[in-house]
């Protein structure tokens, strides 16, 4: 079954960086595209951003462009996002997405928190 699994988030100063993994398994992953969202406490969830199948074509949210890079290595299965210059707006979990046969499939979700 379709399994993705994020790690990476924590506690992060106002302009820190962090980078966070999804690992996937249960679908072949060089075959679909891939997403990030984010989902603050009383808020709904949120795209952040996407990457094509081949990693060549990629879309921000326009809160996070310039400042997040979504990234992704097809051999470990694994998508990664890079977020850089954090904002204490940025505070919420983050999770890892793929649509595969018109299923929407999640993580668990990792935590990042921007706070001095």
């Known amino acids: 079954q379709v399994q993705l699994v994020e790690s990476g988030g924590g506690l992060v100063q106002p302009g820190g960086s962090l980078r966070l993994s999804c690992e996937a398994s249960?679908?072949?992953?060089?075959?679909?595209?891939m997403s990030w969202y984010r989902q603050a406490p009383g808020r709904e969830r949120d795209l952040v951003a996407t990457i094509s199948r081949a990693g060549g074509i990629t879309n921000y949210a326009d809160s996070v462009k310039g400042r997040f890079t979504i990234s992704r290595d097809n051999a470990k299965n694994t998508v990664y996002l890079r977020m850089n210059s954090l904002k204490p707006e940025d505070t919420a979990v983050y999770y890892c997405?793929?649509?595969?046969?018109?299923?929407?499939?999640w993580g668990q979700g990792t935590q990042v928190t921007v706070s001095s």
């Open positions: 997405n793929v649509v595969t046969r018109a299923i929407n499939y």
């Open positions: 249960g679908f072949t992953f060089s075959s679909y595209a």
